[in-house]
């Protein structure tokens, strides 16, 4: 059998405390299921700008594109507040998303039972939620030049971003949402701002001609993305698959991601087109969470948003479904028990730290 | 004394309904208060478009260029989905934005006391909320150039939009927080992605220099637009101004006027520069909701976030602050006695239509 080639990305803060939880599983798996993982490892974020001046090397890049996977921890923290642009710990994820293509990033909003009562928003609303944001990840604003600041003289500066979308980035990044969508609710909700932005009009017109030639199964809705983000905190259920922008999805899927109460908890995971031959598809999987530099090294920190990027690899990158599944039932089961890290204690819950959490989730794995 | 000049633009949908309401205010405070109200009507969005061919007549934008307030209900509907970009409905609501070069938008999100069980939120997170969302209107996205669709051939095409900001712009709208900040719980939230966009670096600096240069009493904080739309639905109350830009403070401000569960009560505010000589601005107000095509003309409408920018009006474009005050408290006192439109009725509430809200609060004002 081939080898599962692996990067793991730390990353900064609170990124490596919840990589040594993946680790055990996988170690795990290689051991009593002989899945044949094989791991390399690699710095990113400040780690990698304290040891090379850069946000990733290029040397860890190269791991990357060889890689079948790509487990990205977190980056950031204040101790980097202060390097330049180009280098500051969020370029070495930008530059992975981008020179990996990672086009298609898939933003699960989902509200573990046991959790319902830890999101703001009344449990009824919540309960049971369970939507997908297809946020499109290497193009628009993100990407856009020119990307600028100008002296002007006179004490005036000007900078400039640009949002720039081409028909194909469109079709592919909707095309993975009807897919998508066609695997749970069959329901496509499209949100861009048509009414101010010309990248929106493009947008839409994109998403209904894909729609009407491939996907004419799946309902497809179209939204305002401030319309949007209003009929997420009123009532999140009314969606099943919302298919976006850089900019917006990354508004959206984190106004969704807190509405679940299970920020901790959430996965996430950017793909690439599947390759012409193999079918296979550069990835990069990562928590919804940051680095957390507040809690780092505290051994309190939650790790199952990153044992879950971890089941979002099993079932995209290595098909291996059966074993996603039960990944993700073993931390529902273990939250069932009511064991919880600090960020989602609740009364009558046994509180205990990320080792012990992950211990509990492979027990139960 | 000077006659108080005032425009009149219903719009679509439910805006005519909820001037009317306002009308009969200002007709009494003209005969009861000698208040000095003189009033035009012109028309806005789909029924400008309707009468004239485009989203607003140049006879209109003479009007509002002149007088010395817009009351501005809501535009937009089914009908004009289709019509050409350049004179779809909301391109008369930007036109009147930029031409009257209202760069301020102030959008309070208060949780009035009767309606917090309203919020998809828990009570006890929105109860006494009062944040004031002050957005930049006349730049960023909304008007940089080029904003253009490009036909590359082979079935492409390319769009554009292009987010500009010079220091000036962000030095001013800065301004106007601080110094709101100061009228209120003296802090302020600056909000931006300068991480990702060159525009949210300078944001950034430019928002800082502005407070230690010349409000450093003002309590100062920075969060990534995207933490801010989740602060927002987590924990609401941590805010007292946010400051932000014209496409985050889209997003922004819807989701948190639909966090107080009060939308169809939230007034806004648009505000030009006090003029060198006389020191008045320009003004546009007009509620945060939309014109509501599906429940347009069947009089169940709400008036309040109409009534609520009429208030605003008086406070921020004539100095009547005793007026302003009494108008909302008037708002609030009908909340109290249980008298509700369709949208906020709940259980022991007397439901009313469109005119008899308006005519209630009237009663207590
Ligand atoms: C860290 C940052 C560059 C990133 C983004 O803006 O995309 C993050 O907010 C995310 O959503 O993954
Ligand atoms: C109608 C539309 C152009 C407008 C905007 O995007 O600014 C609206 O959403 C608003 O917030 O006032």
């Given at each position: 059998?081939?080898a599962?080639?692996?990067?793991?990305?730390?990353?900064?803060?609170?990124?490596?405390e919840a990589m040594?939880?993946?680790?055990k599983?996988?170690?795990y798996?290689?051991?009593?299921?002989?899945?044949g993982f094989?791991t390399?490892?690699?710095?990113v974020?400040?780690s990698a700008y304290?040891a090379h001046?850069?946000?990733?090397?290029?040397?860890?890049?190269?791991?990357a594109l060889?890689a079948?996977?790509v487990?990205?921890g977190?980056?950031?923290g204040?101790?980097?507040?202060?390097?330049p642009y180009?280098?500051?710990p969020?370029?070495?994820l930008?530059?992975?998303?981008k020179?990996?293509?990672?086009?298609?990033?898939?933003?699960?909003?989902i509200c573990?039972?046991a959790?319902?009562n830890a999101?703001?928003?009344k449990p009824?609303?919540?309960e049971?939620?369970?939507?997908l944001?297809?946020r499109?990840?290497?193009?628009?604003?993100?990407?856009g030049?020119?990307?600028t600041?100008t002296?002007?003289?006179?004490?005036?500066?000007?900078?400039?971003?640009?949002?720039?979308?081409?028909?194909?980035e469109?079709?592919?990044i909707?095309?993975?949402?009807f897919?998508?969508?066609r695997t749970r609710?069959?329901r496509v909700?499209?949100m861009?701002?048509?009414?101010v932005?010309?990248?929106?009009?493009?947008?839409?017109?994109?998403?209904t001609?894909?729609?009407?030639?491939?996907?004419?199964?799946?309902?497809?809705?179209h939204?305002l993305?401030?319309a949007?983000?209003?009929q997420?905190?009123r009532?999140?259920?009314q969606?099943?698959?919302i298919v976006t922008d850089n900019?917006?999805g990354d508004?959206?899927s984190d106004?969704?991601?807190?509405?679940t109460?299970s920020?901790?908890?959430?996965?996430?995971?950017?793909?690439?087109?599947?390759?012409?031959?193999t079918g296979k598809?550069?990835?990069?999987?990562?928590?919804?969470h940051g680095?957390?530099?507040d809690?780092?090294?505290?051994?309190?920190?939650n790790p199952i948003?990153m044992?879950a990027?971890?089941a979002?690899c099993?079932?995209?990158?290595?098909?291996?479904?059966?074993?996603?599944d039960r990944?993700?039932k073993?931390?529902?089961?273990?939250l069932?028990?009511?064991i919880r890290?600090g960020?989602?204690?609740a009364?009558?819950c046994r509180?205990?730290g990320?080792?012990e959490?992950g211990d509990a989730?492979l027990?139960e794995f």
């Amino acid at each position: 059998m081939t080898a599962r080639n692996l990067l793991l990305l730390p990353g900064d803060g609170i990124g490596p405390e919840a990589m040594t939880e993946v680790r055990k599983i996988i170690a795990y798996m290689n051991e009593a299921q002989g899945a044949g993982f094989v791991t390399d490892e690699g710095l990113v974020g400040g780690s990698a700008y304290d040891a090379h001046g850069a946000a990733i090397s290029e040397e860890d890049m190269a791991k990357a594109l060889s890689a079948d996977a790509v487990l990205f921890g977190a980056v950031g923290g204040p101790k980097w507040d202060d390097v330049p642009y180009e280098v500051r710990p969020e370029a070495g994820l930008l530059r992975l998303r981008k020179d990996l293509e990672l086009f298609a990033n898939l933003r699960p909003a989902i509200c573990y039972p046991a959790l319902a009562n830890a999101s703001s928003l009344k449990p009824e609303l919540v309960e049971g939620l369970d939507i997908l944001i297809v946020r499109e990840l290497t193009g628009g604003v993100y990407f856009g030049e020119p990307k600028t600041i100008t002296d002007l003289g006179n004490g005036q500066k000007r900078a400039i971003d640009t949002q720039v979308y081409d028909t194909y980035e469109i079709e592919r990044i909707s095309a993975v949402a009807f897919e998508l969508a066609r695997t749970r609710g069959n329901r496509v909700c499209s949100m861009e701002k048509r009414n101010v932005m010309k990248s929106g009009v493009l947008w839409n017109q994109v998403v209904t001609a894909t729609h009407k030639e491939k996907f004419s199964d799946v309902k497809l809705d179209h939204m305002l993305a401030d319309a949007g983000g209003m009929q997420l905190v009123r009532a999140p259920k009314q969606f099943d698959v919302i298919v976006t922008d850089n900019l917006f999805g990354d508004m959206l899927s984190d106004v969704a991601a807190m509405l679940t109460g299970s920020l901790g908890m959430l996965p996430s995971a950017s793909l690439g087109a599947p390759d012409a031959k193999t079918g296979k598809r550069k990835a990069l999987y990562e928590p919804v969470h940051g680095s957390a530099p507040d809690i780092a090294g505290t051994g309190v920190a939650n790790p199952i948003a990153m044992i879950a990027s971890f089941a979002m690899c099993l079932r995209y990158s290595f098909n291996m479904v059966a074993e996603a599944d039960r990944l993700e039932k073993a931390i529902a089961n273990v939250l069932d028990k009511g064991i919880r890290t600090g960020d989602i204690m609740a009364e009558g819950c046994r509180q205990v730290g990320t080792v012990e959490m992950g211990d509990a989730i492979l027990a139960e794995f």
